[in-house]
C-alpha cells in the first residue's frame, strides 16, 4: 500500500473513476463524501468489488472526509469548488498545512483552492484529457493511455505526476496562468471539430447525402488531414482552394452557400479568413490571389 491516503470529495463521474483506479494502483482511499449519501456508497461499492481496502468510509461532509487523507480530491461541479475548499479549510479540527488538495477542473487553475492555500496547503489541479461516463462495474480504466495536466505549487506538481503516473495516464504541466488557453485549446480541439464536421455533414445533406453516409465518406478524409497536421505540422498540412489562391472556386462556394444555407454564410467566411492568414504563412501566395480571396471572405462581413 502506498503511504498517502486519498479522499474523494464529490462522488460522480471523476471521483468514482479517480477511488476506484487510486486504489487499483495500490493508494488506501480514506474517506468520500459526496451531496448524497446514495452517491458515495456507490463509489465505496466500486472500491471493494475492486479489492480496495475495507478503510474506506463515508464522510457526512467535506470537511470531515478531509480529515481522513493526505491527498484531497475536490471533484465536484466546477462551480462549487471554492466554497467547497472554503469549507474545508474552515474547519479548524483539518489539519490543512498537511493536505495536499486537488481539484480536476480544465476551466479553472489552482488559484480557485487559494482559501487552503493561505492555510499552507499544497494545491494543485489535475485534468485528464478524457470524457468520463459514470462508472461501470469491471469497466476498463479510463486513465490508461491518457494525457493529464497537471498545474500548482511545486509539492502539488510533485504529488500529481506522480498520481499521474500510477494511474497508467502521462503527464504535462502547464503554468497556472495559463490554464484557461489551455482549455480554450481543449473546447476548440474537440468541441469546435464536432461544430466543423457537423457544418460539413449539413453540406452533404444538402446535397442528399445522408448523415451516416456522410461521415463514411468523409472519414478518411479527415483521418488524412489528422495525419498530415500529425507529421507536418499544421501550416504544412492545409490544402485546397484557399491553399492554392483559387478564388473562382472559393467564390462558387458562397454563392451555393449563401443562396442554400445562409445560416452557414458567415462561418464558412470567417474559417475562410482564418485559413487564408494559415495560407499566407507558407509564402507561396501572390498578391493579386491573397486580396480576391480577403475580398470574397469579407464581402458579406460588412454588408
Ligand atoms: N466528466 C468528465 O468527462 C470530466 C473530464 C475532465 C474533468 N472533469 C472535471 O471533474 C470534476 C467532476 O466532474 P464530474 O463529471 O465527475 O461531475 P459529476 O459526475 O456531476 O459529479 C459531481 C459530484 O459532485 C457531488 N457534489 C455536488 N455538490 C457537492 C457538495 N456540495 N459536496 C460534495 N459533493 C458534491 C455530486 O454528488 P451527488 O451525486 O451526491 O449529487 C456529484 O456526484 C469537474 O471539475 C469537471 O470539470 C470532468
Redesign the pocket.
Known sequence: MKPQKISI???????TALAVFLSRAGYEIAGV????HS?AKKTVKAVLAQGGSEAIKIYNS?AESAMAGDIVFI????H??NS?CSDISAESSVKIADKTIF????ALSSCILSSAADKGANTGSI??L???APYAQDQKSPFTGINVSVEGNEKALATGKMLIQDLGSNYFTIPTESKTLYHAAAVVASNYLVTLENFALELLKEADISEHQGYEILEPLIQGTLANIKNRGSVAALTGPVARGDAQIVEKHIRDIDEKMPEFSRLYRIMGQYTLRLAEKREELDQVSIEGLTEIFTDQDNG
Open positions: 470529495v464529490g462522488c460522480g463521474r471523476v471521483g463524501a459526496s451531496r448524497t452517491s467535506p471533484t465536484t461541479p466546477d462549487l469548488i467547497v481539484h480536476c477542473s480544465g485534468h485528464p478524457q470524457s468520463f
